[in-house]
């Protein structure tokens, strides 16, 4: 890339018919560069790039504020905070990168970022401000890290009704705003203290990451009327998200909060935390996302009560416009690195309605391989899946309590000698399994090859 000094270098873009300005930033010594770096920014403008070198050290997270911006790295190149950092607030967000409201359609590439709680998020919200729902975000073969000093995700997008306002909740037909069109591809993400991918918004397309983390894996949440959206709210998002090809790593630790249990896919559709009687026709609930071929691993250090994982988790999701789908994904559930295990959980269904799980394998989830405790689940096929034995004495097959003599089970192999089903929510005549088929135990999934970090950089640590 052509540089002109500490200048900005114009570019013919390839349409022929625009100009835009690539501003290449060399960072040496131990910083602080956040000048530097915004400067960079401000000289590029809208549709410009900047091309990092070196290691760049910032006291404050780096606001990406202008859209169709790049921020790109070459192979030396690094964003880390300063540690210690301040606090987290408003003011102070502990991230390496904040994308803004205004930064719709920008990218970020071949960069290593590492955040003091998150490595890349969205603005956080204040009690007068909500966060900002930037659209189309790229973030292409970067290392990036999170939670060196701070509870905090490798990526995280609180879903909110916030700038630019842009959208229509699909329950009121008002005006709103949530993220939408995020691409996240190729990343080595990490955290030593929290989740791994946490979005809130829909058609976010999530494909070929290596995710470590030790709460959660990969979170997909939908946060209408939840009080993480207070006092803003939030329109239904969590919809047309697609997540494939991911390598996911859970280990829990003394990092967890106490009382939450690991989880390696979790998919909420309904608000968490619901503050008000959903919709009646179900507008408010996530649909149409699809999580295939993806390999999770969750290992409970079996501390504190946390002496299980769960593998799979589906909250809320599902209605006349379709739900989720759970296909040919891998899951290895390990036994608690200390202590007696008290079971894993293969597939967590908390009230989700026509969910579709197909084809999956499971490792270490034969304790519990299907839970689901909600009385609305309904509608719901689980479909020629493999359960490997569990590590406790006193196994089970299904424990369905939803609406009765709805969800099928059907093909799905277990060790259990002999079918079990406990609930009302079972169909017993769709439902037919193969029982004591995988007591010699089942093949360890094939997970994909973990990408090449940021294409350049290397991911070792």
Known sequence: ?????????????????????????????????????????VCAGPDGGVEVSGACMTRFALKLRLANQTLAGTCDASISRILPAPPPSFATPTAAIILSAGSSGTTVRDLRLEGAGDGIANTPASTT????????????????????????????????????????????GTPAGIATGWVIDGNDLATEHGSGIVIGGSRFSVTNNRVRATVNGIAAENNTKSIAAEPFGSPPA??????????????????????????????????????????????????????????FTIIPDGLDGRDHVVCAAVKGNGSTLGSVVVEKNGFTAAPPLVGAPAGNVGFDNSDAKFIQVLKNTFV?????????????????????????????SDPHFVH????????????????????????????????????????????APRCPSPPASAHCVSSAN
Request: aromatic share 8%; hydrophobic share 35%; glycine share 14%.
């Open 1 to 41: 890339m052509a540089r002109v000094g500490n200048l900005c270098a114009v570019y013919l873009l390839a349409a022929g018919t625009s100009w835009a300005a690539v501003c290449p930033v060399v960072c040496s010594g131990p910083g602080p560069h956040d000048t530097l770096l915004s400067d960079a920014l």
């Open 129 to 172: 401000t909500p966060a900002g729902q930037p659209d189309d975000i790229r973030i292409l073969g970067c290392v990036v890290r999170g939670g060196r000093e701070f509870a905090g995700d490798a990526i995280r997008h609180l879903g909110m009704n916030g700038p630019p306002f842009n959208d229509i909740d699909r329950c009121t």
């Open 238 to 295: 969590n919809d047309n998200n697609v997540f494939i090809g991911n390598v996911v790593e859970v280990a829990s630790d003394a990092t967890v909060p106490l009382g939450e249990v690991s989880i390696g896919l979790l998919d909420v559709g309904f608000p968490e935390l619901v503050l008000g009687t959903p919709a009646p026709d179900r507008c408010d609930r996530g649909y149409r996302t699809r999580w295939e071929k993806n390999c």
């Open 364 to 392: 270490g989830a034969g304790d519990f391989p299907f839970l689901s405790l909600g009385p609305a689940a309904e509608g719901n096929v689980h479909t020629d899946n493999k359960f490997g034995p569990g590590f406790t």
């Open 400 to 443: 369905d309590y939803g609406v009765a003599h709805s969800n099928c089970y059907k093909g799905n192999a277990y060790c259990e000698a002999h079918e079990e089903y406990e609930g009302d929510g079972v169909d017993l005549a769709c439902s037919h399994d193969k029982p004591g088929t995988t007591c010699g135990g089942v093949k």
